[in-house]
């Protein structure tokens, strides 16, 4: 009798810590038999409880805004403005970028992880000091169930001093593409206007730029027919870092017409426009809409 409790309390052992070597005095009685098939089967369901368990703790989806274009520098600052427009309480991930990935703090807040009450409203500023205009900020915000709805308002907004003026243009929020392009005559848009491009994601983006004097040539293949498409007269690529951004002008040595192509998973592209020649300091052209793919 105590051979057999020293066996099972030895099946009972070695199946809890994940040993498969399991030893039994023979001849094994029906008991036995029926004990190690019952020990087996607790197994499995407490595995199974475990991952359902796991599941549940994962929520339903993530809604990703971007805030792109924040300016900071001697004369320039950017603020990201939350507000929880829910009558519950929410919590978010606010991760700000540099022009070349790098992850930032945010002034006076500890962590990235940000904690709303309803109705509260709160604002950040990124620790830049150094000069740029392609600064940028993701908000990552859990939904816990496909019954519930994003309750967070993203704004923003990048102040400039100059000549003892405050200047200011207010940020508009976006989201992510997949293959995102823009194709359009220089003389259809403003002058000065750059095209602001943001990689989203762990992975390199490839950014084609086009400028074309006007010249149209045609180029027929097999898979499609005959098309006019404008000659390039500078043309090149260019890798965009994970998380990175970089600002194209759309006019260059008295281009007529501007493209430009991506292969990125998550990729935002923004027209910006300068505000004043003599002010680093742009507002959003919405008013240009952008071919691409939402994000698989």
């Not at 369901?45 to 971007?66: F, K, M, N, W, Y």
């Amino acid at each position: 009798m105590s051979c057999q409790i020293v066996s099972r309390c030895t099946v009972l052992f070695h199946m809890v810590t994940g040993k498969l070597k399991i030893k039994f005095p023979l001849p094994m009685s029906t008991w036995e038999t029926s004990t190690v098939i019952l020990v087996v089967h607790w197994r499995w369901i407490l595995l199974s409880l475990l991952v359902v368990v796991c599941a549940a703790g994962q929520p339903d989806r993530t809604v990703e805004t971007v805030l792109p274009a924040l300016s900071y520098g001697a004369s320039c600052w950017s603020s990201i403005d939350l507000q929880n427009l829910g009558d519950r309480p929410v919590v978010a991930d606010v991760e700000a970028h540099r022009s070349t990935g790098a992850l930032v703090a945010l002034v006076g807040h500890d962590g990235i992880t940000v904690r709303l009450k309803p109705g509260e409203r709160v604002s950040y500023r990124a620790a830049i000091d150094d000069e740029t205009t392609g600064a940028w900020v993701k908000v990552r915000e859990p939904i816990a169930s496909t019954a519930l709805s994003p309750i967070i308002a993203v704004s923003g907004k990048t102040e400039c001093v100059a000549a003892n003026e405050l200047r200011t243009a207010l940020r508009e929020v976006a989201y992510p593409m997949r293959n995102p392009w823009y194709s359009g005559d220089v003389a259809g848009t403003g002058a000065g206007e750059e095209v602001s491009l943001i990689n989203t994601t762990e992975r390199a983006v490839l950014a084609s730029v086009c400028y074309s004097s006007g010249t149209l040539v045609s180029v027929p293949t097999q898979a499609h027919p005959a098309e006019l498409v404008p000659l390039c007269s500078t043309a090149f690529d260019v890798q965009i870092p994970p998380f990175g951004s970089r600002q194209f002008p759309v006019e260059h040595d008295g281009n007529s017409h501007f493209s430009l192509k991506t292969r990125g998973e998550a990729v935002v592209l923004q027209m910006l426009r300068r505000v004043e020649a003599r002010v680093n300091l742009y507002s959003v052209d919405s008013t240009i809409v952008f071919g691409g793919e939402a994000p698989r």
